[in-house]
């Protein structure tokens, strides 16, 4: 008789164990404890939506089934009181993520040591920055090659200034090799090839992933074999690959002179840094002018006082959260369509971020006061205006200093990026010196931005120290 009676009770373990057998979390239900009922179906169900739409391991359908056995012991254990600990659904559930997240991301560390060449023939030239180096002269010559042949192609040789180029072809496709010649260059000292489409775009030509070289012998002569590359991108002929452009193919030759200066790329790199510091100084100022009052007006304890003031609060910490929600980069983009290429399109885009994250963290520091002096400022009966001035300000000022100088730490960073979207800055020159190969000039610019960071950090780091 117990017996039957306590298997006809609602809230046994084997009606608990039952429902949740037929049902993920029905059997928690039973029981009333409704939250962890609904962890677990939910649970269930988004592992199983989750494997069912990712599709390639149906091996992954074990984690809901896990899940669904561990919520039938969890509910035959609930009625007395002792539920399960969480860690094995956990556990199902991080090793799924885990493992589906591995697969999507086609992680195969055994590229990293397939790849090691052309890891070498990149990383080598960034060793050696190129930012300083021996004074040196320079010349350049340079052949007109039509890509792709016509009717009538150019003859495939050139002279200029004593300078002379012959090509074995005039003309040829993207991917044909062609044998160039020089004569009366300077002897011993080393020439980069180069290649030039129709609107002046260059790049370096490449061999195995790195730059071509040639060394004139001691007349000044020398002969190279190349490989025509694709560089109709970009001037208006895409569509039409077969139309013959005429391109060039040059010679760029150094010499030192004696003595050390600055390189076209180093200099370069030291404008570009410049720039990206001015544009996230003026971009930092600007944004603190607005983000000031706004986190003010999204701080709860200060607007609470009236429905209008609840109702600005929640207008202005809506929209905060929106605005920081894009990202800067995303931002860039639209200001460069509407603005056009340059820093002012970078500096509209930070300083658009910077003032609703500003605002954000103005408007906690403001939440978390003293209510202390605002209480007695408004026992006086103060204005809202009056509160916040002598009982808000003062408490905030040294948080405030703070935050600034940590934004504008990190819109030096943020300014480096915008850059490869054409907002200006140090970034504009690393993406196209990584689209030309230029990887000497890219270590130059990792150099002087990590040596920028560092110091930024270092000082903002020692003045926050002292301000708060």
């Given amino acids: 008789m117990t017996s039957d009676k306590a298997d006809s009770d609602p809230h046994s373990p084997v009606l608990a164990a039952v429902g949740s057998a037929l049902i993920p979390g029905l059997g928690q239900f039973f029981v009333g404890r409704w939250t962890r009922g609904w962890g677990i179906l939910v649970a269930v169900a988004a592992s199983a939506g989750l ?53 999507v991301t086609k992680i195969e560390l055994s590229t990293l040591t397939k790849n090691i060449d052309r890891a070498s023939a990149i990383l080598g030239p960034m060793i050696r920055p190129d930012f300083v180096g021996p004074r040196q002269e320079f010349q350049q010559a340079f052949v007109t090659i039509e890509v792709p042949c016509s009717a009538n192609p150019p003859p495939g040789e050139r002279s200029d200034d004593g300078l002379s180029l012959v090509a074995s072809a005039g003309c040829g496709s993207a991917g ?107 971009a930092t100022t600007l944004s603190l002018i607005a983000a000031i009052p706004l986190g003010f007006l999204a701080a709860r304890n200060l607007m609470d006082r009236t429905q209008g003031g609840m109702a600005i609060y929640f207008v202005v910490r809506t929209v905060l959260n929106f605005v920081r929600s894009i990202e800067p980069l995303i931002i860039a983009i639209v200001f460069v369509v509407v603005v056009g290429l340059g820093p002012f399109a970078g500096m509209l885009a930070i300083m658009v971020h910077s003032v609703a994250a500003l605002a954000k963290l103005y408007s906690e520091v403001v939440e978390s006061v003293e209510p202390g002096p605002i209480e007695a400022v408004q026992a006086t009966g103060a204005s809202w205006s009056e509160v916040v001035r002598y009982g808000v300000v003062p408490q905030v000022i040294p948080a405030f200093t703070a935050f600034t100088l940590y934004r504008w730490d990190i819109n030096v960073r943020s300014s480096i990026i915008i850059g490869f979207v054409g907002g200006g800055g140090i970034g504009v020159w690393l993406f196209q010196w990584i689209i030309l190969a230029d990887y000497r000039a890219v270590g130059a610019a990792f150099v002087a931005i990590a040596l920028v960071v560092i110091v930024l950090d270092h000082a903002s780091s020692r003045l926050r120290e002292r301000i708060i």
Wanted: no cysteine; charged share 15%.
């Fill in 51 to 103: 494997v069912s739409w990712y599709g390639e391991q149906p091996l992954w359908y074990v984690v809901p089934a896990i899940i669904w056995i561990w919520g039938v012991w969890d509910a035959s254990t609930e009625v007395d009181g002792a539920p399960r600990p969480l860690l094995i659904p956990v556990i199902a559930v991080l090793a799924m993520f885990y493992g589906i997240g591995w697969q």
């Fill in 176 to 282: 044909d090799e062609l044998v160039v010649s020089g004569s009366s260059f300077w002897p011993g000292a080393s020439a980069e090839l180069w290649w030039e489409d129709t609107i002046g775009e260059r790049q370096h030509l490449l061999s195995g992933g790195r730059i071509v070289v040639v060394e004139p012998d001691a007349q000044g002569t020398f002969s190279s074999t190349i490989i025509i590359p694709q560089m109709r991108s970009g001037t208006g002929q895409e569509a039409n690959l077969d139309q013959p452009l005429p391109e060039r193919f040059l010679v760029i030759q150094a010499r030192p002179l004696g003595g050390w200066e600055f390189t076209e790329n180093g200099m370069r790199v030291l404008n570009g840094i410049f720039e990206t510091l001015s544009l996230a100084l003026v």
